[in-house]
């Protein structure tokens, strides 16, 4: 067992002893922001049953004191859901600070440290069950466990309860019991949709809408979510890729171009639904349970590979891999498994335990963790308005579940509590999903494919930082407007795509610099000031070009045609070739140049 570890752990109080309350003794995973093992609890010499403790880790170059209230705030969040009796989570059991997990008998001298303790949960997530074909999942009972949870959380029917953001709903953050069941797990962050609670947001670049980079989410977030979950049971891919050779991935990377969906129009118009970039323009909360109806049956009439996902119209008969001393994974005492449950061949569970329980994508607690240094468990960034930048939270060995970050501009809009939702049933219509009444008509944007091939490893989440909802009317408020105003992309370009492609005219700048340089020596004149002063105007000129050029492309392809812009290359092309066409009219006056001219004339 190479994971097996041998540690204590435990709360800073006056009791003696108190440090050593919990024993870890295996190494589980590593997210972005916590370490998870499996422990047990010590009690006067008695250990409890398994149990998941999740060690928060903290990002030496972030504030403390922001990282600590993250976390403060997912695990009340977690807190609160347990109490109310939110159907199918990972239950939380205990939280505390104290020192870290150490050898029974050392002295930490380090400072104390966030703890989670949670419910024990063997079976597989979601995408490990699928890509790895460790068993066979029922596809509808899942997406209907994933619906329970999101009309627990944004439509609380307990007086006073505030609605909940998951804000990272994915295909590793479900869990698969040996009972077949689903549970949602990772609510690190988790936030109260409240102005004061969405500080930050959580994104994965492969299944997160498009609107975590503008700072504004809502219920609509989860759905997108939950459709990034419907997708992959349909492909067994994710929702949205990056455009091949980008090195890092933004928050609104495009659909996927699937060929199962691509040979199947009106399966992949009803599958995208969800995952239209316009928030306004996918189904509500209270519309997927007959989204999903109406998927199944989809499903049955197209040519759909088999992935071991099962599309009947019960649960029954659903077959999953069953629990082994090597693949327990999750905080749940599993219940007796269901009639008619089949499990997988001893060989795939001897591969399953040969795995070990911390292969890549694999979730435990409420925490996505792989093999990797760095999981999905999200990483809170500082709010910081101006220019977006993508930067690694903690070293990753670029594998799945490694976490980045990314710093939209900061939106002035006033704070303004959720309105009560008003939504109403929705129609569904022979060629896809028809929306409700109070929705606005379908963006282009909603089944717009994107680029063919796979994404960069798994799935990489960190946290946006937050703007406060406007007070006009939002799908992402729960007020379906049915006349909601089309945002208008900046002329300029999102924040942080003037600097993509800023290399070009950087080239252009200091040819052209090395250039005048040769011909005011060539000039052999004391009148130095005045051509320093005509190179600066150049400068100037050359930046004007950039940004006309980045204007009439903020008009042409940003609001004529809706296209996305990650760069400014163009622009930047654009003024590099204006720097070296006067570079090349400097050199032109140059006299050795123009004798060499001549002579390269003369022999040609």
């Given at each position: 067992?190479?994971?097996?570890?041998?540690?204590?752990?435990?709360?800073?109080?006056?009791?003696?002893?108190?440090?050593?309350?919990?024993?870890?003794?295996?190494?589980?995973?590593?997210?972005?922001?916590?370490?998870?093992?499996?422990?047990?609890?010590?009690?006067?010499?008695?250990?409890?049953?398994?149990?998941?403790?999740?060690?928060?880790?903290?990002?030496?170059?972030?504030?403390?004191?922001?990282?600590?209230?993250?976390?403060?705030?997912?695990?009340?969040?977690?807190?609160?859901?347990?109490?109310?009796?939110?159907?199918?989570?990972?239950?939380?059991?205990?939280?505390?600070?104290?020192?870290?997990?150490?050898?029974?008998?050392?002295?930490?001298?380090?400072?104390?440290?966030?703890?989670?303790?949670?419910?024990?949960?063997?079976?597989?997530?979601?995408?490990?069950?699928?890509?790895?074909?460790?068993?066979?999942?029922?596809?509808?009972?899942?997406?209907?466990?994933?619906?329970?949870?999101?009309?627990?959380?944004?439509?609380?029917?307990?007086?006073?309860?505030?609605?909940?953001?998951?804000?990272?709903?994915?295909?590793?953050?479900?869990?698969?019991?040996?009972?077949?069941?689903?549970?949602?797990?990772?609510?690190?962050?988790?936030?109260?949709?409240?102005?004061?609670?969405?500080?930050?947001?959580?994104?994965?670049?492969?299944?997160?809408?498009?609107?975590?980079?503008?700072?504004?989410?809502?219920?609509?977030?989860?759905?997108?979510?939950?459709?990034?979950?419907?997708?992959?049971?349909?492909?067994?891919?994710?929702?949205?890729?990056?455009?091949?050779?980008?090195?890092?991935?933004?928050?609104?990377?495009?659909?996927?171009?699937?060929?199962?969906?691509?040979?199947?129009?009106?399966?992949?118009?009803?599958?995208?639904?969800?995952?239209?970039?316009?928030?306004?323009?996918?189904?509500?909360?209270?519309?997927?349970?007959?989204?999903?109806?109406?998927?199944?049956?989809?499903?049955?009439?197209?040519?759909?590979?088999?992935?071991?996902?099962?599309?009947?119209?019960?649960?029954?008969?659903?077959?999953?891999?069953?629990?082994?001393?090597?693949?327990?994974?999750?905080?749940?005492?599993?219940?007796?498994?269901?009639?008619?449950?089949?499990?997988?061949?001893?060989?795939?569970?001897?591969?399953?335990?040969?795995?070990?329980?911390?292969?890549?994508?694999?979730?435990?607690?409420?925490?996505?963790?792989?093999?990797?240094?760095?999981?999905?468990?999200?990483?809170?960034?500082?709010?910081?308005?101006?220019?977006?930048?993508?930067?690694?939270?903690?070293?990753?060995?670029?594998?799945?579940?490694?976490?980045?970050?990314?710093?939209?501009?900061?939106?002035?809009?006033?704070?303004?509590?959720?309105?009560?939702?008003?939504?109403?049933?929705?129609?569904?219509?022979?060629?896809?999903?028809?929306?409700?009444?109070?929705?606005?008509?379908?963006?282009?944007?909603?089944?717009?494919?994107?680029?063919?091939?796979?994404?960069?490893?798994?799935y990489a989440s960190g946290r946006a930082t937050y703007s406060p909802p406007s007070e006009k009317a939002d799908h992402n408020?729960?007020?379906?407007?049915?006349?909601?105003?089309?945002?208008?992309?900046?002329?300029?370009?999102?924040?942080?795509?003037?600097?993509?492609?800023?290399?070009?005219?950087?080239?252009?700048?200091?040819?052209?610099?090395?250039?005048?340089?040769?011909?005011?020596?060539?000039?052999?004149?004391?009148?130095?000031?005045?051509?320093?002063?005509?190179?600066?105007?150049?400068?100037?000129?050359?930046?004007?070009?950039?940004?006309?050029?980045?204007?009439?492309?903020?008009?042409?392809?940003?609001?004529?045609?809706?296209?996305?812009?990650?760069?400014?290359?163009?622009?930047?092309?654009?003024?590099?070739?204006?720097?070296?066409?006067?570079?090349?009219?400097?050199?032109?006056?140059?006299?050795?140049?123009?004798?060499?001219?001549?002579?390269?004339?003369?022999?040609?």
């Open positions: 067992m190479t994971d097996a570890v041998d540690l204590v752990c435990g709360p800073a109080s006056p009791r003696p002893g108190s440090e050593h309350s919990y024993r870890l003794t295996r190494r589980l995973g590593a997210g972005g922001q916590a370490e998870v093992y499996k422990a047990v609890r010590l009690s006067a010499g008695v250990s409890s049953t398994a149990l998941t403790v999740k060690v928060f880790r903290l990002n030496p170059d972030g504030d403390r004191e922001q990282q600590f209230n993250s976390w403060d705030k997912g695990d009340a969040v977690l807190m609160d859901l347990g109490g109310r009796g939110a159907p199918n989570i990972c239950r939380r059991i205990d939280a505390f600070y104290g020192p870290p997990p150490h050898q029974l008998g050392e002295q930490s001298n380090s400072q104390p440290v966030p703890y989670q303790v949670l419910e024990y949960l063997p079976g597989h997530d979601l995408r490990e069950l699928i890509t790895e074909r460790l068993g066979r999942v029922d596809a509808v009972t899942t997406l209907n466990s994933v619906v329970d949870i999101l009309k627990h959380l944004h439509r609380p029917q307990i007086p006073g309860a505030h609605p909940v953001l998951h804000m990272d709903i994915k295909p590793a953050n479900i869990i698969i019991g040996p009972d077949g069941g689903a549970k949602l797990i990772d609510f690190t962050g988790a936030r109260y949709y409240t102005p004061a609670h969405l500080t930050t947001i959580s994104y994965t670049r492969e299944t997160a809408g498009p609107e975590a980079y503008q700072g504004k989410v809502g219920p609509s977030y989860d759905v997108h979510g939950f459709g990034s979950v419907a997708y992959f049971l349909v492909t067994g891919a994710s929702a949205r890729t990056d455009s091949p050779g980008h090195e890092y991935s933004v928050p609104w990377s495009q659909l996927r171009r699937h060929p199962v969906l691509e040979a199947n129009s009106r399966l992949r118009e009803h599958l995208l639904a969800p995952l239209a970039d316009n928030p306004a323009d996918r189904p509500l909360t209270t519309d997927l349970e007959q989204w999903i109806e109406e998927l199944t049956s989809l499903v049955h009439s197209s040519h759909v590979p088999d992935l071991g996902a099962d599309w009947g119209p019960s649960a029954g008969a659903t077959t999953v891999i069953a629990p082994s001393a090597g693949a327990g994974h999750r905080p749940h005492t599993p219940s007796a498994p269901a009639r008619g449950i089949q499990y997988a061949s001893a060989a795939a569970l001897a591969g399953a335990a040969a795995r070990g329980t911390a292969s890549a994508g694999t979730s435990v607690g409420s925490a996505s963790v792989s093999s990797s240094p760095v999981s999905a468990a999200p990483v809170s960034s500082s709010p910081i308005s101006g220019s977006a930048a993508v930067n690694s939270a903690t070293p990753s060995s670029g594998g799945p579940d490694s976490t980045r970050l990314i710093d939209p501009a900061a939106f002035n809009a006033a704070p303004a509590a959720p309105p009560a939702s008003s939504e109403a049933p929705t129609t569904m219509t022979p060629g896809g999903w028809s929306p409700s009444p109070q929705q606005p008509p379908s963006s282009p944007l909603a089944n717009r494919p994107g680029k063919d091939g796979q994404g960069k490893g798994g408020s729960g007020d379906y407007a049915p006349h909601q105003e089309e945002e208008v992309p900046p002329l300029l370009g999102p924040p942080g795509s003037l600097k993509r492609g800023s290399e070009l005219t950087i080239i252009g700048m200091l040819f052209a610099f090395v250039s005048w340089g040769i011909w005011v020596f060539d000039l052999a004149n004391d009148d130095l000031g005045t051509n320093f002063m005509m190179f600066l105007f150049i400068a100037a000129m050359s930046i004007g070009v950039f940004f006309l050029a980045r204007v009439i492309g903020g008009y042409i392809w940003g609001r004529v045609f809706k296209a996305q812009r990650r760069t400014a290359r163009l622009a930047h092309l654009a003024a590099g070739s204006f720097l070296a066409v006067i570079a090349f009219y400097w050199l032109g006056q140059v006299s050795l140049f123009t004798e060499v001219g001549e002579w390269l004339g003369d022999l040609f």
